[in-house]
């Protein structure tokens, strides 16, 4: 099992920047791979961005792809989010989740999430 620990997220204006961390204890963390998900206000959960195990590969959401930046260092068990030229529209809690062997797109196939990091950015 994997515990995992959202923080990083705040208040910004638009165009502003933030780091979000999603630290791991548990077990291997370097065999996980882990995606970000964010759900806002009345909206689905939506898919974010996702990294595998060894950080050598990374996917993202069109909204966010050129100003989002995920990446990972297992030897701190630790992935980061890098939140560049925020709009209002990103908005919204963001979920750190991970699963064994390759990332997917699917929140549903991840069994195991943060708590949460708040995001809101305003105009």
């Known amino acids: 099992q994997v515990q995992l620990e959202d923080s990083g997220g705040g208040s910004v204006q638009a165009g502003g920047s933030l780091r979000l961390s999603c630290a791991a204890s548990?077990?291997?963390?370097?065999?996980?791979?882990i995606g970000w998900f964010r759900q806002a206000p009345g909206k689905e959960r939506k898919f974010v961005a996702a990294?595998?195990?060894?950080?050598?590969?990374?996917y993202y959401a069109d909204s966010v792809k050129g100003r989002f930046t995920i990446s990972r260092d297992n030897s701190k068990n630790a992935v980061y989010l890098q939140l560049n030229s925020l709009e209002p529209e990103d908005t919204a809690i963001y979920y750190c989740?991970?699963?064994?062997?390759?990332?997917?797109?699917?929140?549903?196939?991840?069994?195991?999430w943060g708590q949460g990091t708040q995001v809101a950015v305003s105009s």
């Open positions: 989740a991970a699963r064994p062997d390759e990332y997917d797109l699917y929140g549903n196939n991840y069994p195991y």
């Open positions: 548990g077990r291997t963390f370097n065999n996980y791979a």
């Open positions: 990294i595998n195990w060894s950080g050598g590969r990374t």
